[in-house]
DNA sequence: GGAAAACATTTTAGGCTTAAAACAATTCGG
DNA sequence: CCGAATTGTTTTAAGCCTAAAATGTTTTCC
């Protein structure tokens, strides 16, 4: 049977985190308010450009996003990198592009030195489009902070990259 | 033929604004970089959030977020405020309803006063089980915010609170 | 009282998304 | 060189999500 405290001798390189020795459940409420208000502002400003995207081009987000990604790579990507760029699963670009060859946005074609490999661009009529979009989009995303100053834009970039970093990190401890 | 430039009595209410009279595409590049930003660190965190509700709980992340809802009403929310709140559509709030009913983790019943209005609780079944993954769920999001100093939580806290009211704001401007 | 407006929810149609399994092509190690 | 791992993509099954239209109910306001 276990004693319900450590041993006096194990205590010596415990004193400074106490509150796990003793089983004190740690209060993590901050956090969780940060993380929802987090997924609050996400989703406000995701719904927002996602309905003027809609309205004003008749276009969804992950098209618009996805065509982002090639814009921004004129000799085209490869499904997977694209799929690692957009954060989403391999299957979920399979479609996505599928439809936007069918629309003609984008230009696909299976790689000459391996043949697993798919390679796609915009297309010039997808270029154009995108390019058209791209311009009006960037005021809205300029409206959306509008009320922040030049200040809380930089501190707020330097504190999310602090949290990507923990985020990645603790990601890594899970699946090494 | 209108002439390429104000007349010289119109400049003088612009001498403040002079970047937009001379048609200087202003530059939001900052902006928009926050926004990935911020989309990329939301996206990252909710991934992990998901991935670890489906490997510990084998359950989805909406589902959770429901039952989340649902753990602060006691007395149950109709299904107008549960959409609100999750800032999801009706529709899917509908859905996400019936499986949950289905499975055994919520009570759904037509309100005494008002027939068009549905009211849902959590089972004994329901609550028991969040409240164990929601123990679970805090020390990840603890984890996932670990380096983060308590100060860097207010700070981000503070200016996340100033984003959605600009969101917000912005937001009303184009739906009044 | 009764038409019209407002409200709560469901339905519909289509697209998005994921995890996991299946398939195809390449690379690696013996 | 050849079997085994690895890599890139697609398929599958299920669920999530939205916008818009449809349905049923209540309130408003002549």
Same mark, same amino acid.
């Given at each position: %049977? #276990?004693? #319900?405290?450590?041993?006096?001798?194990? $205590?010596?390189? +415990? /004193?400074?985190?106490?509150?796990?020795?003793?089983?004190?459940?740690?209060?993590?409420?901050?956090? /969780? *308010?940060?993380?929802?208000?987090?997924?609050? $502002?996400?989703?406000?400003?995701?719904?927002?450009?996602?309905?003027?995207?809609?309205?004003?081009?008749?276009?969804?987000? #992950?098209?618009?996003?996805?065509?982002?990604?090639?814009? &921004?790579?004129?000799?085209?990507?490869?499904? !997977?990198?694209? !799929? &690692?760029? %957009? +954060?989403?699963?391999?299957?979920?670009?399979?479609?996505?592009?599928?439809?936007?060859?069918?629309?003609?946005?984008?230009?696909?074609?299976? !790689?000459?030195?391996?043949?697993?490999?798919?390679?796609?661009?915009?297309?010039?009529?997808?270029?154009?489009?995108? *390019?058209?979009?791209?311009?009006?989009?960037?005021?809205?995303?300029?409206?959306?902070?509008?009320?922040?100053?030049? &200040?809380?834009?930089?501190?707020?970039?330097?504190?999310?990259?602090?949290?990507?970093?923990?985020?990645?990190?603790?990601?890594?401890?899970? *699946?090494?």
């Amino acid at each position: %049977m #276990p004693a #319900p405290w450590p041993a006096v001798s194990d $205590c010596i390189d +415990m /004193l400074d985190s106490e509150t796990k020795v003793v089983e004190t459940p740690e209060d993590h409420a901050e956090e /969780l *308010r940060l993380w929802l208000r987090l997924l609050t $502002c996400t989703t406000l400003i995701e719904g927002e450009v996602r309905g003027r995207l809609r309205q004003r081009f008749d276009v969804t987000l #992950p098209r618009f996003d996805l065509m982002a990604q090639l814009d &921004k790579a004129p000799d085209g990507m490869t499904l !997977s990198d694209v !799929s &690692k760029r %957009m +954060m989403v699963s391999n299957g979920n670009v399979t479609g996505l592009v599928e439809r936007l060859v069918e629309s003609g946005h984008l230009d696909r074609r299976t !790689s000459d030195t391996d043949r697993r490999v798919q390679v796609i661009r915009l297309t010039k009529l997808g270029r154009a489009e995108f *390019r058209r979009m791209a311009a009006e989009h960037e005021t809205w995303i300029a409206d959306l902070f509008a009320d922040l100053s030049p &200040k809380d834009v930089r501190d707020l970039m330097r504190l999310l990259a602090k949290t990507k970093a923990s985020a990645q990190k603790s990601a890594a401890r899970r *699946r090494p």
